[in-house]
């Protein structure tokens, strides 16, 4: 597989390899293979990984030495959330305000955003609306990704 995986990044050299996740490598002792894959195909690799990524790749010298920079994971802002909605929604009026409430609710968390605009666009199919604001939904109404609370109810 990383064979196949040198010859289709050897075929652009301007196209990264991005792994998500690659703290799970560095947990499976895989660090070396991405090594590998870079070192014979000369393309660009972007990790992504939990906060103690830095501290596993530091462990595996010849992949530490091949690190170009650190780059520590940020909430996404207004701005970002705006191009999630214009990816994900492209059919659809988000307007501002909500897009604020997005980032809001969701913590600043792309994921979060994410599953609130596929709300969003379910909301939409089964309303058949297409213009939404913060005034279109309930307090209540987004995913924040809180567990419900127990509801007491009286003796």
Not at 69 to 79: L, N, R, S
Not at 139 to 146: A, L, N, S
Request: hydrophobic residues 40%; contains cysteine; proline residues 5%.
């Amino acid at each position: 597989m990383s064979e196949c995986a040198i010859m289709a990044l050897g075929d652009d050299f301007n196209r990264p390899l991005i792994i998500d996740e690659a703290d799970k490598l560095a947990d499976k002792g895989m660090l070396e293979l991405v090594r590998e894959i870079h070192e014979h195909s000369q393309a660009p690799i972007v990790l992504i990984g939990e906060e103690q990524l830095p501290g596993k790749i530091l462990q595996v010298e010849r992949v530490h030495n091949r690190v170009l920079d650190w780059v520590p994971a940020e909430p996404c802002d207004h701005e970002d959330a705006r191009a999630l909605a214009n990816l994900f929604c492209p059919a659809l009026s988000i307007s501002d305000d909500l897009v604020d409430l997005l980032v809001e609710k969701s913590a600043g968390k792309a994921r979060r955003i994410h599953v609130n605009l596929n709300r969003i666009i379910e909301h939409a199919r089964s309303t058949g609306e297409d213009s939404f604001s913060a005034g279109s939904f309930e307090q209540g109404w987004f995913f924040t990704g809180e567990p419900p609370r127990r509801i007491r109810r009286a003796a």
